[in-house]
């Protein structure tokens, strides 16, 4: 099993910047893509960014500019930063990770339970 950890959510002022991390642990051989979604209250899930092992990055239109995804491949860690932030920018974010846990075996998407970022106007 896998597990995803998520921190660095809280409450900011507009204008404010907060960096999330997300720690992943078991049985991992590789991880392919990792990446950040967002779920604001009464909307789906949508895709923030994305990272692929090689660090090629994607982004959503709503956070070019403001919004920065790294990875630290030793230690299965993805980050994201996130600076101008804007009240609409009020969700939890989910943490995911498309895991081969063994060299053989198929890659498995995983989420973390997430973190709630508030923004405040």
């Known amino acids: 099993q896998v597990q995803l950890v998520e921190s660095g959510g809280g409450l900011v002022q507009a204008g404010g910047s907060l960096r999330l991390s997300c720690l992943a642990s078991?049985?991992?051989?590789?991880?392919?893509?990792m990446g950040w979604y967002r779920q604001a209250p009464g909307k789906q899930r949508e895709l923030v960014a994305t990272?692929?092992?090689?660090?090629?990055?994607n982004y959503a239109d709503s956070v070019k500019g403001r919004f920065t995804i790294s990875r630290d491949n030793a230690k299965n860690t993805v980050y994201m930063q996130m600076n101008g932030l804007k009240p609409e920018d009020t969700a939890v974010y989910y943490c995911?990770?498309?895991?081969?846990?063994?060299?053989?075996?198929?890659?498995?998407?995983?989420w973390g339970e997430g973190t709630l970022v508030t923004v405040s106007s």
């Open positions: 995911n990770s498309a895991v081969r846990p063994t060299a053989w075996g198929y890659v498995i998407n995983y």
């Open positions: 078991g049985r991992i051989f590789s991880i392919n893509t």
């Open positions: 990272i692929t092992s090689d660090g090629t990055t």
